[in-house]
């Protein structure tokens, strides 16, 4: 499936997301010409774990950038802002959420 804007094209591989162990399981391609405009995400209700499975990412919480390569892991906690970029060319992640605790 290929969604488009005036400004980018974004792939997106129809992988359905899978649940384990309460922990919904998601894949993303983050393309490298899409790296600038990379929105803001907010998850307010589910911790995120991420893990890198190709290529690298740039985690930005809080205005503090990271970058994290292929085997690298992050948590970002529940209602945090972040942006997700590739750092150079494309990246793949898988995003594992679980309901906040409360």
């Given at each position: ?6 400004s ?10 899978c ?15 899409q ?41 970002v ?26």
């Amino acid at each position: 499936m290929v969604s488009s804007s005036p400004s980018a094209v974004r792939v997106v591989y129809p992988v359905a997301p899978c649940v384990s162990y309460g922990v919904e399981l998601t894949f993303e391609t983050l393309l490298a010409e899409q790296a600038a405009d990379a929105p803001t995400r907010v998850l307010p209700d589910h911790d995120t774990l991420l893990r890198v499975i190709a290529g690298s990412v740039r985690l930005t919480i809080d205005g503090e950038a990271r970058v994290l390569g292929t085997g690298d892991e992050a948590i970002v906690p529940a209602a945090t802002a972040h942006r997700l970029q590739s750092a150079v060319g494309n990246a793949r992640i898988v995003s594992g959420l679980r309901a906040r605790r409360r």
